[in-house]
């Protein structure tokens, strides 16, 4: 599971309590499915882009303390928080909360949003709290998409789960 920076359960609870409708992605989604890589040091998700739950969310992130995280431990607060307007015009938001880091990915690449991915979506457990996931092969599609090397590293390891779940 993600290193100790990130408290998993908060986040999620945090989403969950205010009715966000969101996608986990990217390492984290992995290591719900029980890929075998290397511990995560954020949670990434995609919302859906709704007025509604642009602002569910911004009640979330905000309840978390959130800031944009500017790199390593700098961040910049947002006078008065996060709102809809703000969070509905950025594409990528690296945040740093009081859980730990949260990154929230409008369009993953190789995907066309919220909607592509909760069609495959599923609820996996952390706990007692159902966390939605993208799917294996739709976080696959976005790690070869994005084709960073710390995303290339990760697709061998994601095939051959596939292929063991195939088998099963």
């Not at 999620?12 to 890589?37: I, M, Q, S």
């Not at 998700?45 to 569910?56: I, K, Q, Y």
């Not at 799917?135 to 590293?153: H, I, N, P, Q, W």
């Amino acid at each position: 599971m993600p290193t100790a920076d990130v408290d998993v359960e908060r986040i999620v609870r945090t989403l969950n309590d205010h009715h966000v409708d969101y996608v986990v992605v990217g390492g984290f989604a992995l290591e719900l499915w029980d890929v075998a890589v290397p511990p995560t040091h954020d949670i990434d998700v995609t919302p859906a882009l709704s007025a509604e739950n642009l602002g569910r969310l911004c009640k979330a992130i905000n309840e978390l303390g959130a800031a944009i995280r500017i790199s390593g431990s700098e961040s910049v607060s947002i006078p008065g928080g996060f709102t809809p307007e703000l969070v509905g015009r950025i594409e990528v938001l690296n945040l740093v909360t009081d859980a730990g880091p949260l990154d929230i990915t409008v369009v993953p690449e190789g995907t066309t949003g919220y909607a592509d991915l909760v069609v495959n979506a599923t609820d996996i457990m952390y706990g007692e709290l159902p966390v939605p996931t993208a799917s294996l092969e739709d976080v696959a599609r976005s790690k070869e998409a994005a084709g960073r090397e710390k995303d290339l590293r990760t697709l061998p390891a994601i095939q051959a789960h596939l292929r063991r779940r195939k088998r099963q």
